[in-house]
């Protein structure tokens, strides 16, 4: 099984400043075809999940390009750039190479 | 626009057999490369992929749970279905369904709480 590992934040963040969350994956997501199988999302408080990235650097429709996710074929970062109160949540990377798996979350408060 | 609503007993008695429907909106789920998954969140915890069924009839199963999962569809009724059987308290949770069109899920519902309780 493919394990995702989630870093954590040094919460609170201060509003406008930028964060920065890791995600690490017991193997290489990188695909034949190029692609990196690796998503991001985000759950706000009593929300569903939301999907902010995919194909690790891709961003979904209508999300902010304070958004941007990188990484290489086992360590990833999504990174916020000016945190807003509207960013607070949990974020999850998920991977799609062998069935599909979530990392454990990682929590954004703001100050 | 598109839609994803779950529904569910809201609460049943261990050893029984539960039975989600997932009704959507919006696509088809016999257009080529679209999946729709099941996904659960225990209270305060993280996500868990149970199972996904793709438009050609496809399905993949979350292998720690894959002798419990039955994950089915039916397309001229936009709807999706999963049957855990045997639940216990560990299975109370919300689950949601989400559209997959490529690896990724974009496209997710609201959510059905499920307790398992005696």
């Known amino acids: 099984d493919i394990v995702m590992t989630q870093g954590a934040l040094p919460n609170p963040v201060p509003s406008g400043e930028s964060a920065s969350i890791t995600c690490q994956s017991s193997?290489?997501?990188?695909?034949?075809?190029?692609?990196?199988?690796l998503n991001w999302y985000l759950q706000r408080p009593g929300q569903s999940p939301q999907l902010l990235i995919y194909?690790?650097?891709t961003r979904a429709s209508g999300v902010s390009d304070r958004f941007s996710g990188s990484g290489s074929g086992t360590d990833f970062t999504l990174k916020i750039s000016s945190v807003e109160a509207e960013d607070v949540g949990v974020y999850y990377c998920?991977?799609?190479?062998?069935?599909?798996?979530f990392g454990s979350g990682t929590k954004l408060e703001i100050k | 626009q598109v839609t994803l609503k779950e529904s569910g007993p809201g609460i049943l008695q261990p050893s029984q057999t539960l039975s989600l429907t997932c009704s959507f909106s919006?696509?088809?789920?016999?257009?080529?490369?679209?999946?729709v998954s099941w996904i659960r969140q225990p209270s305060g915890k993280g996500l868990e992929w149970l199972a996904t069924?793709?438009?050609?009839?496809?399905?993949g199963y979350n292998p720690s749970l894959k002798n419990r999962l039955t994950i089915s569809k039916d397309t001229s009724n936009n709807q999706a279905f999963l049957k855990i059987t045997s639940v216990d308290t560990a299975d109370t949770a919300i689950y949601y369904c989400?559209?997959?069109?490529?690896?990724?899920?974009?496209?997710w519902g609201q959510g059905v709480m499920v307790t398992v309780s005696s």
């Open positions: 069924i793709c438009w050609e009839d496809s399905k």
């Open positions: 989400a559209r997959i069109p490529a690896g990724y899920f974009d496209y």
């Open positions: 919006g696509f088809s789920l016999s257009t080529s490369g679209i999946c």
């Open positions: 194909w690790m650097s």
């Open positions: 998920q991977q799609f190479l062998e069935y599909l798996t």
């Open positions: 193997k290489s997501l990188l695909h034949s075809n190029g692609k990196t199988y």
